[in-house]
């Protein structure tokens, strides 16, 4: 099962933006009945908001299929 964590613009160089969705998984874990229960996740994925998969490579975010990076705005 997947969450939802943020959502958030990134900008490329040229001024398009795109709007990324940032998702993890949750992982089940056996914990002892006298530990308070922590959730653990995954690695983070991204998507665009229609859908897209998108890529987080140096230092931006790139979708599948296209040369351009976005970044993250500060």
Known sequence: MKE????FE???DEG????ILEYRGIKD???????EEMPMYGLPTYTTANGQEVIKVNGG??????DTLFY???
């Open 10 to 12: 990134a900008k490329s």
């Open 4 to 7: 939802l964590v943020r959502k």
């Open 16 to 19: 398009k933006s795109v709007l």
């Open 72 to 74: 993250e705005n500060d």
């Open 29 to 35: 874990i056996l914990i002892p009945p006298d530990k």
């Open 61 to 66: 975010y790139q979708i599948l299929g296209l």
